[in-house]
């Protein structure tokens, strides 16, 4: 079990490094969308959906084909991979990351941290479509059942909800959800919903007494 453990914290801290090694480039970039995301000012909230919303309206205003869409997405992607980590140097005023002299032990470590928290993440995703796998091949009949109706529940809110309005909605949650945590806002509603399903709870056990 012990040997178990060590093989895979190994794993885990070699993958980590060589994401690390990989995102050299990007890690100022990485440390000032970390501060926004996890809303260091408070200021940062209103402006990701600011900016999110701005986006969204270009793209309503536009009405571009979904092969147009993915083309120019991919293309800003393969943009930003080649000119971050040229501008971002000169952005921020240092040097090549990688250098020494130019990050502080503290950005380092959250460096450390991002991409620490990006491999476990990963491996969650791999993690859950093993399972699948494994389901599919264990109890096909559960599985087929469990698609078909999760399937069917999305197709049924994709009808009912504008694909733009549905998209602008899950993007600017995915973006604020990090702030949340991060601020206990989730966990302060999630507690609020157990207590008020527990009292209902215990009034029902009462009628039935």
């Known amino acids: 079990m012990a040997e178990g453990d060590n093989r895979s914290t190994n794993l885990l801290a070699a993958e980590t490094a060589s994401l690390e090694e990989q995102l050299q480039g990007w890690g100022e970039v990485m440390l000032m969308a ?18 999110v919303s701005l986006v969204f309206l270009i793209i309503y205003y536009l009405d571009p084909s979904v092969l147009s869409g ?34 502080t032990t503290e950005q380092q470590q959250r460096f450390h941290e991002i991409c620490s928290n990006l491999v476990k993440t990963r491996r969650r995703a791999v993690g859950w479509w093993k399972r699948l796998f494994t389901l599919k091949e264990e109890k096909p009949k559960m599985y087929f059942m469990t698609m078909i109706v999760s399937l069917a529940a999305v197709a049924w809110v994709g009808q009912q909800v504008h694909n733009l309005l549905l998209t602008y909605l899950i993007v600017t949650f995915s973006l604020l959800l990090p702030g949340l945590n991060q601020h206990g806002i989730i966990s302060k509603y999630i507690g609020m ?17």
Request: hydrophobic residues 45%; aromatic residues 12%; positive net charge.
């Open 193 to 209: 919903a157990k207590r008020e399903i527990n009292k209902l709870l215990k009034q029902k056990e009462k009628k039935n007494e």
């Open 70 to 103: 993915v083309s120019c997405f991919v293309m800003f992607l393969c943009l930003a991979d080649y000119l971050v980590p040229i501008l971002a140097p000169r952005i921020f005023g240092s040097n090549k990351w990688g250098n020494s002299l130019s990050r």
């Open 34 to 51: 970390d501060k926004v995301l996890r809303w260091e000012r408070a200021w940062f909230p209103p402006a990701i959906m600011g900016v």
